[in-house]
């Protein structure tokens, strides 16, 4: 139940469109094609995509500070422990985990982010009406 509580909190936080134009924010490229696979996912036009994704992520106000958290995290700082001690999102207190989620379920931006992540990895900064999001994608199935 407690789950369900946040996943809900996070859906109505993620809901809504986003203004992607803010200096400084550039939105980068995700190569997904050394992970794609051909169980449990959906098949587009000749490239097969996950249905679902379970993934964490930091969410904070400011492109300095998710700048700064992303160069913690490329230098081996434990993504879990900024997410509880940083993120402004209430799945913070869980390591910044969002469970499993599908498409449709997250805002346009960050939805697409996640889904191009390759598991184990961490996604760039994603920009959203919230803020700004670093997404790490646990698994893809």
Known sequence: MKKLLIILTILLVLA?????????????????????????????GG?????????????????????????????GANFEEIAKNRSLCPSGKNGGDLGWFGRGMMVKEFEDAAFATQPGKISGIVKTQFGYHIIKVLEAK
């Open 16 to 44: 809504g469109c986003s203004r992607q134009e803010e200096q400084g924010w550039k939105e980068i490229p995700i190569d997904t094609s050394s992970w794609l696979q051909e169980d449990n996912t959906t098949n587009t």
């Open 47 to 75: 490239i097969t995509m996950p249905t679902k994704v379970h993934a964490e992520h930091i969410l904070v106000k400011t492109n300095q500070e998710a700048n700064s958290i992303l160069f913690d995290l490329n230098r």
